[in-house]
């Protein structure tokens, strides 16, 4: 029995604890509130205030023994039992917190929330069906329940429904014309379906019913990414910043935009800010990692790499495939840093089932690109699209980058028989298009880089998907059935780290005869000493790292008058670069940077070195060819993965393969050799010559014969029911 003074106790201590609670002083609350129990210990109020303050305080033990001592008390008070299953939640305790939602709901049938948070529940941990039909019920329950509508529109979003997504969500929004979350959401879901105008009039109206609405600017700014206005994109995501400064999403794409304007400092200051709030974010280290090797920023390199490795060998979403292939030269952990990534943005969907035989005349083929422009993939694969075979095959180009009516892609424009701009179309609408046109071979050209659409691939594009030139290792998507490569390339033994079939071919990389050299440059143009031998690579700069870096300095030790001439990308390059070569004890004027230029520009400028050094695990792909093609020796040291044997492939199609090196102190001896023994070097150059003409490399009529076999054979095999298998092709 409680006196009538404890009762007055226990309700004052229990407003005073009401009072700090709603001003956020939870260490009070909690003193306020358990004097109040020491009075009354049976009021339901009080338990299920001091529960949330121990929610708050991250008490989430002693929260779970008030919440069973308020169940001990009230064992059919339903609202107990959403709590208690709010708190498993917390702790990841799925099983029990389904219980908890499940006696919640048969307390009260009416309890509208057990069944949003259950939904909830089922939607995170992948259940959709049945997340889908505790919302259907919960409507039934009430018709005009706004957020079971944003709920299901958000699931049929994430499962790829489209088009029901929109039907629920603008459901929402003529129940409550001013829901902005709905607005905001409609907007996802636009943007998704590729509708970026209509998109963006969504958020409009969401931000105008609610201003400080910082999800609606975020989205807004992947908006504007997408549809290339960077600019606008970041003015967007800093308000999101602002507005949401507990938001490791938020801080993420405002990485991810200062990235694509080349502040990388900030981007890598956003990148950490996003960790910090978030330790777990999906693929955000290995992202970190590439920024900081953008600027040759190599603190902790060793360390940061070897947990890396560790984390991919356990399966962790801990970075993008394409980061990998420049910091790890073990096949193992590229494919499952690709299997890994794949099957969590782009899995394998059966949706639209299996495709029929065709009965074309001419076998079709699908190639598909973000990059028909000014690109290094185009400057590849230009002249091999116009010379392709018109009498054997119908050439069909599916574009879905930024339209840049570019030199390159009015060239590119006339090389295909059908050329359709796909970029408003969603990945599942591009597959259909591909069916309905009965493209036999969809060759996949940009792989995991960026802008990429390998849900187009998920969907089967084709009866057959090839990946070529875009990403150089293993997709282990299980949808790319071949890969193009050579001998050198993937050697028999590395099969067993490609999901693909290989295909082999004599040689790897298609080349353009077609390539400008712009007017003749001078060393004295780039502050270059006329006398000096110029070692210089001109690798993007993530492909640099600190070994790599040591042998070029032991290297300029040993060469007197020698200078590095290295690409720089931006300021940070070149600030830290001369930093690390100055810890070597190397004078820094010896390093001479370069910057973007335009490619017959740079292709001229490649011509005022003696030697190009290789970087290693990631050799140079276009790069190396470019050099070949004006003359320019490329010495490469060769690794097991796909990318680190790149330059290798190149070399031995031009017969010259006394530049392949296999260890570190063998490329470090011959640069040095080649450098102190200009007879030798002399002699390199002029097999160059002579042999740029009279050898593979850049011959691409006998490239596109040795293709089109390929495509003639794979396209055999399928039509007689066979499984893809391991093809070489070899020269007449």
Request: proline content about 3%; hydrophobic content about 40%.
């Amino acid at each position: 029995m409680i006196n009538q003074n404890n009762q007055k106790k226990a309700k004052h201590y229990f407003e005073e604890g009401i009072k700090f609670l709603g001003n956020k002083n939870y260490e009070m609350a909690e003193v306020n509130f358990l004097k109040s129990l020491n009075n009354q210990p049976k009021r339901l109020s009080t338990l299920s205030n001091l529960f949330f303050t121990f929610i708050n305080l991250k008490k989430f033990k002693d929260a779970d023994n008030i919440i069973d001592v308020a169940i001990s008390f009230f064992p059919n008070e339903a609202e107990l039992y959403f709590n208690k299953a709010y708190l498993l939640e917390l702790n990841n305790n799925t099983t029990a917190a389904i219980d908890n939602y499940n006696i919640a709901i048969k307390l009260n049938p009416r309890y509208y929330e057990a069944y949003l948070n259950y939904a909830s529940l089922l939607d995170k941990i992948g259940n959709y069906d049945e997340a889908i039909k505790k919302l259907l019920i919960l409507i039934s329950i009430n018709p005009i329940y706004t957020d079971a509508f944003i709920n299901l529109g958000l699931i049929f979003n994430k499962i790829k429904n489209f088009q029901k997504a929109v039907i629920f969500l603008e459901k929402a929004i003529e129940i409550k014309r001013d829901s902005y979350e709905a607005f905001n959401n409609l907007a996802i879901v636009l943007f998704n379906m590729r509708d970026f105008n209509k998109a963006l009039k969504n958020i409009e109206i969401s931000l105008k019913i609610n201003k400080n609405y910082g999800l609606a600017y975020m989205n807004r700014s992947l908006i504007y990414k997408e549809i290339d206005r960077p600019h606008d994109a970041l003015a967007d995501i800093q308000m999101a910043t602002t507005l949401m400064p507990d938001s490791s999403e938020a801080y993420y794409n405002q990485g991810c935009i200062y990235a694509d304007l080349n502040f990388l400092d900030l981007a890598l200051s956003s990148f950490c800010k996003a960790k910090q709030l978030s330790p777990n974010y999906d693929f955000l280290p290995g992202i970190m990692i590439n920024m900081k090797m953008r600027m040759c920023k190599w603190n902790d390199y060793e360390k940061e790499i070897n947990v890396l490795n560790i984390e991919i060998q356990n399966k962790k979403k801990c970075s993008p495939s394409f980061e990998i292939l420049s910091l790890v030269d073990d096949l193992k952990i590229q494919y499952t840093a690709s299997e890994t990534y794949l099957s969590n943005y782009y899995p394998v969907n059966t949706s639209l089932g299996t495709i029929p035989l065709s009965n074309n005349k001419k076998i079709k083929i699908g190639y598909f690109s973000g990059d028909f422009r000014e690109h290094a993939l185009s400057y590849l694969i230009a002249e091999l699209l116009e010379i392709h075979d018109r009498k054997k095959f119908y050439i069909i180009g599916f574009t879905f980058g930024i339209f840049e009516n570019d030199l390159m892609f009015q060239r590119l424009s006339k090389c295909f028989d059908n050329l359709i701009d796909v970029s408003s179309k969603t990945d599942k609408q591009v597959a259909e298009i591909s069916r309905s046109l009965e493209v036999d071979i969809a060759v996949d050209l940009m792989g995991l880089t960026r802008k990429s659409r390998c849900g187009i691939f998920s969907y089967r594009a084709a009866p057959l998907q090839t990946s070529y030139l875009g990403f150089l290792g293993t997709m282990a998507s299980g949808y790319h059935d071949y890969i193009f490569a050579d001998k050198v390339l993937i050697p028999n033994h590395n099969q067993k780290y490609f999901s693909e079939k290989i295909i082999y071919l004599p040689t790897y990389q298609v080349n353009d005869t077609k390539k400008l050299i712009s007017k003749h440059f001078t060393r004295g143009d780039f502050d270059l000493p006329q006398d000096a031998f110029v070692f210089c690579c001109f690798n993007n700069n993530y492909k640099f790292n600190p070994l790599v870096f040591d042998i070029w300095m032991f290297i300029l030790k040993s060469v007197p008058n020698s200078v590095l001439f290295l690409y720089a990308e931006n300021k940070f390059v070149k600030e830290n670069l001369k930093a690390e070569a100055a810890n070597r004890c190397i004078d820094v004027g010896r390093l001479k940077f370069g910057d973007f230029m335009s490619r017959p520009e740079y292709l001229s400028r490649l011509k005022l070195a003696d030697l190009f050094l290789d970087t290693f695990p990631y050799s140079a792909g276009v790069t190396c060819s470019d050099a070949l093609w004006v003359g320019l020796p490329v010495l490469t040291c060769t690794g097991q993965s796909f990318a680190s044997r790149m330059s290798a492939s190149l070399l031995e199609a031009i017969e010259i393969p006394e530049l392949i090196t296999n260890q570190h102190y063998e490329y470090q001896a011959t640069a040095i050799e080649l450098a102190l023994n200009p007879s030798k070097l002399l002699l390199i150059k002029q097999k160059l010559s002579s042999n740029r003409f009279s050898t593979q490399l850049f011959n691409t009529p006998k490239f596109a014969n040795n293709i089109e076999k390929a495509y003639e054979k794979i396209h055999s095999k399928y039509r007689a029911g066979l499984r893809p298998e391991d093809i070489y092709i070899e020269d007449n």
